[in-house]
Each structure stands twice: as structure tokens, then as C-alpha cells.
């Protein structure tokens, strides 16, 4: 192929493509919290488990009030950037709550990026340009973007570093494992545990690769301790205290670990994955097995977590799996268009 057709394509998947991707990404988030600006108040106790109105708290500068107000107090990096935008909105937004308008676009920034994370490690694998479209618009389209991850939360940041890592993995960036663990730390407190449990499986299912293709230990370890570095020391600076994971696990833990099985799961999990697991399911094989074993793994650790806390599992399934699925139910949509191809 002469150069003059190859420079085209080449400038469609560098940096100025992709750009313009997380441009295009940021507007659809936007447009799909909007209904936290103007149709209903998401800091409200019956919106989103009550948990929004401490990151609104948190935002405006109020004392979390709460029994477990530790934990949410150390979320710290979402509401810090939205906090860091609220005098731009204050007094000229007319009825909007600059509260909800600065949180809505830093979820905003944190899900497009997601997003584009997903399109760039669908093209890894496959270098099809389409699949990682459709898959970022499926995942852009789940019920759980409007409802949850645009809607006063934290759990924005949570999916975006749990593929970051995928990733990096993928792509063997190593050492890029060190800032997504301190975002990690700062951003909430099931994030630093899950991350070490996809590098550890990840590790482990590529044992029998190239040494090339093997996380190495330095790296891995390194970020390792910067999150667990980063983990304590929010909490000194926030809570004027040593605070160790240990000692979050027993904050969280309720009286009697043995639960209702059917509190795990609640109403919404229909809703999040009711088409998607169906769409994902048959072609997830095909994506690469490391990435699918550390999503099995972390899915166990996540439902070990709602357990201790006496909570549900599908907001955490849905940051460690919907990425997962939305590739493969892009590959199943788009397979009469690669057969044609073919």
C-alpha cells in the first residue's frame, strides 16, 4: 500500500482519532447525567443507597455524617476534583446544583475515559476499529451509566482504573501499574485489593508465555506498595489517624458475615446486565484469557466484599465485567461483517 493511503489510517487510530473519540464521549455522558442537574436531586437518601449525598457533603465542604463516615470521607478523589470546579458554577447556573454539575462532569471525564480505554484495548487485540466502537457505545448504553456511574458517585473512577490496569497489562506498560495504583487508593477502598488480584492472576495465567509477556515482579511489586503507600496516607491526611486496609475491613464488616444470599444481588442487577451477560457470554472466550480469569477472580473478591459489608456486588460486577462484555457482544454483533470481510 503506497505511503500517501497508509498516513490516513494511521492519523484515524493515533492520538488526534482518538481525541476526538473522548470528546465525542464526554458529550454523551454528559447528556446522560443531565437528569441529576434538573430532574432529580441524587444527594436525595433514595437515590443511589443514599451514598451521593456524603460525596455531596464532601464536595461543599460538610462533615460526612454517617456511621461508617470514614470510609467515604477517604474517597477522596473524585470529590476533590469536583470540589476543585465548584467556584466556576457557583451563583451562574441558574436552578442547576453546581454541586451536581461539578460532579457530573468529572464522572463525565472519568466514564469517556473508560470508554476509550475500551476501544483502544479492543483495537489491541484485534486492530478492528469497529468492534471498539460499538463496544464503548454498548458499554455507554448499559443502565448502569446514568443510574450510577453519572449520578453523584465515586464509581467512575473505580471502572476506569480497574481497566487501566487491563491496559496496561495488555499493552506490557508495566510501570504504569504504579499511578494507576495511587489513583486507585485515593479513588475508593475495593479498588487497591482488586487490582493486586488481577495482576496476581494475570501473572499466573501467563506463566507459560514468553518472559517478555509476563508482568515482572518489580513493577507489580512497586505499585503495589505505592498504593498501599498512598492508601494509608490519605487516611492520615483526612482522618488525622494511621489507618491500615485491615482496619477498613473491620469498619465495614456488619455484625454477622453469613447474609441473605439475595441481598448480594438486588433489583438493578436485571437491569445492568440483563442483555449484556446474554450478548457477552458466547464469543467471551475469545478475548484473551488473562483478562478473563482476573475478571472471574476479582468477581469472587468483589462478592466477598459484599458479604463482609452486608451490601450488594452489582455496582463492583458491573466496573470489573461490563468492559469485558461489551467487547465480546461487539464481536458477536459485528461477526457477519467479519465473515464478509473473510
Known amino acids: 500500500m503506497p505511503a500517501s493511503e497508509r498516513e490516513p489510517r494511521r492519523a484515524e487510530h493515533g492520538l488526534s482519532g482518538d481525541g476526538l473519540l473522548y470528546a465525542l464521549f464526554v458529550a454523551i455522558c454528559l447528556g446522560l447525567g443531565y437528569a441529576t442537574l434538573a430532574r432529580y436531586d441524587a444527594s436525595a437518601p433514595s437515590h443511589g443507597g443514599g451514598d451521593a449525598r456524603h460525596y455531596h457533603a464532601m464536595v461543599e465542604g460538610r462533615e460526612v455524617v454517617h456511621p461508617t463516615a470514614s470510609v467515604f470521607a477517604t474517597r477522596v478523589l473524585v470529590p476533590s476534583l469536583a470540589r476543585a470546579l465548584l467556584p466556576l458554577f457557583e451563583g451562574r447556573i441558574g436552578s442547576w446544583s453546581p454541586t451536581a454539575l461539578a460532579l457530573l462532569i468529572v464522572n463525565s471525564l472519568f466514564v469517556a475515559g473508560t470508554a476509550l480505554l475500551v476501544v483502544i484495548v479492543s483495537r489491541r487485540m484485534d486492530g478492528r476499529r469497529d468492534v471498539g466502537l460499538v463496544a464503548a457505545l454498548l458499554?455507554?448504553?448499559?443502565?448502569?451509566?446514568?443510574?450510577?456511574?453519572?449520578?453523584?458517585?465515586?464509581?467512575?473512577?473505580?471502572?476506569?482504573?480497574?481497566?487501566?490496569?487491563?491496559?496496561?497489562?495488555?499493552?506490557?506498560?508495566?510501570?504504569?501499574?504504579?499511578?494507576?495504583?495511587?489513583?486507585?487508593?485515593?479513588?475508593?477502598?475495593?479498588?487497591?485489593?482488586?487490582?493486586?488480584?488481577?495482576?496476581?492472576?494475570?501473572?499466573?495465567?501467563?506463566?507459560?508465555?514468553?518472559?517478555?509477556?509476563?508482568?515482572?515482579?518489580?513493577?507489580?511489586?512497586?505499585?503495589?506498595?505505592?498504593?498501599?503507600?498512598?492508601?494509608?496516607?490519605?487516611?492520615?491526611?483526612?482522618?488525622?489517624?494511621?489507618?491500615?486496609?485491615?482496619?477498613?475491613?473491620?469498619?465495614?464488616?456488619?455484625?454477622?458475615?453469613?447474609?441473605?444470599?439475595?441481598?448480594?444481588?438486588?433489583?438493578?442487577?436485571?437491569?445492568?446486565?440483563?442483555?449484556?451477560?446474554?450478548?457477552?457470554?458466547?464469543?467471551?472466550?475469545?478475548?484473551?484469557?488473562?483478562?478473563?480469569?482476573?475478571?472471574?477472580?476479582?468477581?469472587?473478591?468483589?462478592?466477598?466484599?459484599?458479604?463482609?459489608?452486608?451490601?450488594?456486588?452489582?455496582?463492583?460486577?458491573?466496573?470489573?465485567?461490563?468492559?469485558?462484555?461489551?467487547?465480546?457482544?461487539?464481536?458477536?454483533l459485528l461477526e457477519d461483517r467479519a465473515r464478509e470481510r473473510a
Request: glycine share 6%; net charge positive; proline share 6%.
Open 139 to 332: 458499554y455507554l448504553a448499559s443502565f448502569a451509566i446514568p443510574n450510577l456511574e453519572l449520578a453523584g458517585l465515586v464509581d467512575s473512577a473505580e471502572g476506569f482504573v480497574l481497566l487501566g490496569v487491563v491496559a496496561a497489562l495488555l499493552a506490557r506498560r508495566w510501570w504504569w501499574l504504579v499511578p494507576l495504583a495511587i489513583l486507585g487508593a485515593l479513588a475508593k477502598e475495593a479498588v487497591l485489593p482488586l487490582s493486586a488480584v488481577l495482576v496476581a492472576t494475570w501473572a499466573w495465567a501467563s506463566r507459560a508465555q514468553s518472559e517478555e509477556a509476563r508482568p515482572p515482579l518489580v513493577p507489580c511489586v512497586a505499585g503495589g506498595l505505592a498504593g498501599a503507600m498512598a492508601f494509608v496516607l490519605v487516611r492520615l491526611w483526612v482522618l488525622d489517624r494511621w489507618v491500615f486496609p485491615w482496619d477498613v475491613a473491620t469498619t465495614l464488616a456488619r455484625p454477622s458475615l453469613i447474609t441473605d444470599l439475595s441481598r448480594l444481588v438486588d433489583r438493578s442487577a436485571l437491569y445492568v446486565f440483563g442483555w449484556l451477560l446474554p450478548l457477552g457470554l458466547p464469543r467471551v472466550r475469545e478475548l484473551p484469557r488473562e483478562w478473563r480469569l482476573g475478571t472471574v477472580a476479582m468477581s469472587l473478591v468483589a462478592t466477598a466484599f459484599a458479604l463482609l459489608a452486608h451490601g450488594t456486588v452489582v455496582r463492583l460486577a458491573f466496573d470489573i465485567a461490563a468492559p469485558l462484555l461489551a467487547i465480546a457482544a461487539a464481536r458477536l
